[in-house]
Nanobody
Framework: QVQLVESGGALVQPGGSLRLSCAAS????????MGWYRQAPGKQRELVAE???????TYADSVKGRFTISRDSAKKMVYLQMNNLKPEDTAVYYC????????????????WGQGTQVTVSS
């Protein structure tokens, strides 16, 4: 019943910008941390950025200073503003959320979106 739906992926030239969005829906009691992961061909999935319910943020070293994660907790949405994109940013980007659902509101479970493709190429 829980869904995470990403949007905003596209083909963009090096140096360009994109903004990814993720909307969580379903029988959700509370959303804790939300984040973005990415997986490039032949590589493991890696954390790009994470934001907690207290708005603390974590970024991969490779994206610090270029990407910004934010969230609208009331709307259960998380965003990733990506600036100065590089070819090595090419990957499928996945939204992740740690959340509790009704009726088991004391438990937190990790959920994943289907991913959105970001391709950085001239």
């Amino acid at each position: 019943q829980v869904q995470l739906v990403e949007s905003g992926g596209a083909l963009v030239q090096p140096g360009g910008s994109l903004r990814l969005s993720c909307a969580a829906s379903g029988n959700i009691f509370r959303v804790y941390a939300m984040g973005w992961y990415r997986q490039a061909p032949g590589k493991q999935r890696e954390l790009v950025a994470e934001i907690t319910s207290g708005l603390n943020t974590t970024y991969a070293d490779s994206v610090k200073g270029r990407f910004t994660i934010s969230r609208d907790s009331a709307k259960k949405m998380v965003y990733l503003q990506m600036n100065n994109l590089k070819p090595e940013d090419t990957a499928v980007y996945y939204c992740n959320a740690e959340l509790a659902t009704f009726p088991r509101v004391s438990y937190s479970t990790s959920y994943w979106g289907q991913g959105t493709q970001v391709t950085v190429s001239s």
